[in-house]
């Protein structure tokens, strides 16, 4: 299993990990075809073809997800995309 498809897994997991380090979120991301872009004030704009979304880019807890809202926000934008994992694609 690739590292970005290992990512992909880990954020659609239950019960929800929050130990997902985020260059590997931003690897994952342009891994599966969608390109980003970091802003001002610290955040991350993520882009696959119409569908475009920015996420605040943590600096807690040695830069990973702290919150069960961060790892729904990505969620819900993957499967939006067409990117959730067959078994949680519906």
Do not use: Y
Not at 20 to 46: A, P, Y
Not at 55 to 68: A, E, N, R, V, Y
Not at 84 to 90: D, E, K, Q, T, W
Request: glycine fraction near 8%.
């Amino acid at each position: 299993m690739s590292n970005h498809q290992r990512t992909l897994e880990q954020l659609f997991a239950h019960p929800t990990t929050h130990n997902i380090h985020w260059r590997d979120i931003v690897q994952m991301f342009e891994s599966l075809g969608g390109t980003t872009e970091e802003t001002r004030h610290d955040h991350l704009k993520v882009k696959f073809g119409p569908h475009e979304m920015t996420f605040k880019i943590p600096h807690g807890g040695g830069h990973t997800l702290q919150s069960d809202h961060e790892i729904s926000a990505i969620r819900r934008f993957l499967r939006d995309c067409g990117h959730a994992p067959a078994a949680h694609s519906a």
